[in-house]
């Protein structure tokens, strides 16, 4: 029976463990379900929806880490280390770890920052240091971005000064384009404004009529105008392309001239 009762004990000592990470597991998995459940409702719109599922990410990772750490104490403990004074020792480390890992500390402060803030949140459009895209990825240490051409920029959350978020409000999105300078400035714009039925028409994602800023510039090749079309950040790109598109076919149907550079070339002989 001692022999037993010996054998029994080094047994116990290698399943706790084991015990207390399943645990760890299902508290866990249980925490994420009332989360989800909780977060898996009707948003009055996408950007609160947005907000809502960036801060419950936050919070699920948060506690993931407390679990570990509680289970990693257990689990020493079982093992008959000195936790109490491990933990006496944690404020003294602590200092010194902070001392080391300055930037990391500012990170997890500005990521905090951002959240609380509402400064920006996964799937929005922003501007960073000169580049801009959609935020794919918020932590509290670092936020990715990404471009239309597939580019991710990692940027620590303490190197962010200033952010242009473009989806707080709605968005303009603008084209230059350039006519002839013998062109009736007249027929030019009602030029313009016919394409704004056949915009709305052809592309659904089209609601607004175009708007015409005016003459910007007198540039040596031609008179440049200013046009544009509210919309949403998500289509903002879309719609300048289409608008670019559209405005130089309907330009053409017109007869308006869209000047462009000209090399003449002379065979001398």
């Given at each position: 029976?001692?022999?037993?009762?010996?054998?029994?004990?080094?047994?116990?000592?290698?399943?706790?463990?084991?015990?207390?990470?399943?645990?760890?597991?299902?508290?866990?998995?249980?925490?994420?379900?009332?989360?989800?459940?909780?977060?898996?409702?009707?948003?009055?719109?996408?950007?609160?929806?947005?907000?809502?599922?960036?801060?419950?990410?936050?919070?699920?990772?948060?506690?993931?880490?407390?679990?570990?750490?509680?289970?990693?104490?257990?689990?020493?403990?079982?093992?008959?280390?000195?936790?109490?004074?491990?933990?006496?020792?944690?404020?003294?480390?602590?200092?010194?770890?902070?001392?080391?890992?300055?930037?990391?500390?500012?990170?997890?402060?500005?990521?905090?920052?951002?959240?609380?803030?509402?400064?920006?949140?996964?799937?929005?459009?922003?501007?960073?240091?000169?580049?801009?895209?959609?935020?794919?990825?918020?932590?509290?240490?670092?936020?990715?971005?990404?471009?239309?051409?597939?580019?991710?920029?990692?940027?620590?959350?303490?190197?962010?000064?200033?952010?242009?978020?473009?989806?707080?409000?709605?968005?303009?999105?603008?084209?230059?384009?350039?006519?002839?300078?013998?062109?009736?400035?007249?027929?030019?714009?009602?030029?313009?404004?016919?394409?704004?039925?056949?915009?709305?028409?052809?592309?659904?994602?089209?609601?607004?009529?175009?708007?015409?800023?005016?003459v910007t510039?007198?540039?040596?090749?031609?008179?440049?105008?200013?046009?544009?079309?509210?919309?949403?950040?998500?289509?903002y790109f879309?719609?300048?392309?289409?608008?670019?598109?559209?405005?130089?076919?309907?330009?053409?149907?017109?007869?308006?001239?869209?000047?462009?550079?000209?090399?003449?070339?002379?065979?001398?002989?």
């Amino acid at each position: 029976m001692k022999y037993f009762d010996k054998y029994a004990d080094q047994i116990f000592k290698l399943i706790n463990p084991i015990v207390a990470i399943i645990i760890g597991m299902i508290v866990y998995e249980i925490i994420r379900k009332i989360i989800e459940k909780t977060t898996n409702k009707q948003f009055k719109n996408a950007h609160q929806e947005k907000r809502v599922k960036t801060i419950s990410r936050h919070i699920l990772n948060i506690i993931k880490y407390i679990i570990v750490v509680i289970i990693a104490i257990a689990i020493l403990a079982n093992f008959g280390v000195n936790v109490t004074s491990i933990l006496a020792g944690l404020g003294i480390t602590a200092a010194l770890i902070g001392l080391a890992f300055q930037d990391l500390a500012k990170d997890l402060i500005a990521g905090v920052s951002i959240i609380l803030e509402d400064q920006y949140e996964i799937g929005d459009t922003v501007e960073i240091n000169g580049f801009l895209g959609e935020v794919v990825a918020l932590g509290l240490r670092t936020t990715r971005l990404k471009n239309y051409k597939g580019q991710t920029l990692i940027i620590a959350n303490h190197s962010i000064t200033e952010v242009i978020n473009y989806n707080l409000a709605k968005n303009f999105a603008a084209v230059d384009i350039s006519v002839a300078y013998e062109s009736d400035l007249d027929k030019v714009e009602e030029s313009i404004e016919e394409l704004s039925d056949i915009l709305k028409e052809k592309y659904p994602k089209i609601k607004k009529d175009i708007r015409i800023l005016g003459v910007t510039e007198l540039e040596s090749s031609g008179i440049i105008y200013r046009v544009g079309i509210e919309t949403v950040t998500d289509d903002y790109f879309y719609v300048q392309r289409i608008l670019r598109k559209e405005l130089k076919k309907k330009f053409d149907k017109d007869k308006i001239k869209i000047p462009y550079q000209q090399v003449e070339v002379h065979n001398g002989k």
